[in-house]
Structure formats: structure tokens, C-alpha cells
């Protein structure tokens, strides 16, 4: 059974600091979505990483693949207020469609 | 643009009676996928279509959930004799089919309460 991790659940930081989400998922898989879902709302679409070795950047948000370690990344640099959200990484198996999500990690970014 | 509609926003029924949860997708998106996200959970798969077919229907957790897309458009999630379990935000999808870049589009969900 294909299982998505996030570490950490809950992530307090204050703003202008740096701290990286980790995403570790159990099956091969070449397809990982980023999300963010603000409270009572829906998910908005972060990223789309499609290959090993994948990076890509918007604004003070940065992510990553690896698919040999089975791990994605998510650093936020120089934090700020309106980062505060959910964020939640997703896989896709084999190109079913299929989005598998991770646990979520809440982060409160404190001014 | 318009993006996914989903109806009613909210939702409150007894146990025991039948909802019936809208899902309009984005214009143009073949798939079209539903999600369950319980409270402080991320969403979990229920089903996914592509045109009118269903390709895939094993997140439903039972048969009391039954999901249509007659027209390969709107689609309709029905839950019968509902249970206090079933109380969640569901939440639709839709994608370009063959278009590996391109995300899932999430609308704002329905939020159901079974008393």
C-alpha cells in the first residue's frame, strides 16, 4: 500500500526564517504535486515536478524530487505572514491519475 | 476564467437520507476525480472519470456511494443512507487528459454534516 509522509505535521516559524517540508513516499513514482489549502477553502496548485532531479521555484517558495530517495522537498525561504496555510504533497501513480496525498503540514508563520 | 463549481457549499442531513453533491469541471478538462477530506486529514481518492467512463471507482469506501458523469460533463456524487461517518468535505477535480504538466484543479468542495 503506497504510503505519503510529511514531516513535519505542524511547523511554527517566525517570519524571515528559512525551513524546508519534507514529502517521503513508499512506491516509485515519477509524478508529485504541491499544494496549498487555506482554511475552508480548496487546493491551490503549488507545482508539478515530473522528473528526478526536478526543481522548481516561485517566489519565496522552492521544490524538489528526488525519485531514487523517494523524497520531495519543500523550502520556504525568508518566511512571511501570508505563507501560513496547509500544504500538502500528492503522488501519482504510475500515471493513474490517481492522486495519493500526504498527511499535510500546517505551517503558522508568526510575525 | 471559471474554475471547478462544486454545490451546495454546505450540506446538512439526518442520518439515514440521501444527498446528491454537484460537480461542474472547468470547461474543456476530460477527467474528472472526487476526493474525501476528512477534518485535519488530506483528501483520499474516491473516483475518477474520464468522458462519461469510470475508470476507476475503488476509493469508494462503500456501495451506498454511487458517482455519475451521463454527458461527460457535470458530474454527481450520491450517497445514500448516510451514515455519521460519512460527515467530510468532498471535494472535485478536473484535468486535461494526456497532459502530464498539468495539475488537478480543485474546486472549494462540499462540506457535508449527517446529524
Known amino acids: 500500500e503506497l504510503k505519503v509522509e510529511q514531516n513535519p505535521l505542524f511547523l511554527s516559524m517566525q517570519e524571515g526564517k528559512n525551513y524546508t517540508i519534507y514529502c517521503n513516499y513508499s512506491t516509485t513514482s515519477d509524478r508529485l504535486y504541491w499544494y496549498r489549502q487555506d482554511p475552508g477553502k480548496s487546493l491551490e496548485s503549488l507545482f508539478v515536478?515530473?522528473?528526478?532531479?526536478a526543481v522548481k521555484q516561485e517566489g519565496r517558495l522552492m521544490a524538489s524530487l528526488d525519485t531514487k530517495a523517494r523524497l520531495s522537498t519543500l523550502h520556504i525561504t525568508a518566511a512571511v505572514h501570508d505563507l501560513s496555510a496547509t500544504y500538502f504533497c500528492a503522488v501519482d501513480i504510475d500515471a493513474t491519475n490517481k492522486l495519493i496525498f500526504g498527511t499535510g503540514t500546517l505551517l503558522a508563520v508568526q510575525p | 476564467g471559471a474554475g471547478v463549481s462544486q454545490s451546495p457549499r454546505y450540506k446538512v442531513a439526518k442520518r439515514g437520507q440521501d444527498v446528491a453533491l454537484r460537480c461542474d469541471p472547468i470547461?474543456?478538462?476530460?477527467?474528472l476525480f472526487w476526493y474525501q477530506q476528512a477534518l485535519g486529514q488530506g483528501p483520499e481518492f474516491l473516483t475518477y472519470f474520464q468522458n462519461e467512463a469510470q475508470l476507476d471507482k475503488s476509493g469508494l469506501p462503500s456501495d451506498r456511494f454511487f458517482a455519475e458523469r451521463p454527458e461527460g460533463s457535470v458530474s454527481t456524487l450520491k450517497i445514500q443512507r448516510t451514515q455519521q461517518e460519512d460527515s467530510a468535505v468532498y471535494l472535485c477535480?478536473?484535468?486535461?487528459?494526456?497532459?502530464?504538466?498539468?495539475?488537478?484543479?480543485f474546486g472549494d468542495g462540499t462540506r457535508l454534516s449527517i446529524l
Open positions: 470547461s474543456g478538462h476530460v477527467s
Open positions: 477535480a478536473s484535468s486535461l487528459v494526456g497532459v502530464s504538466n498539468q495539475p488537478q484543479h
Open positions: 515536478l515530473l522528473s528526478n532531479g
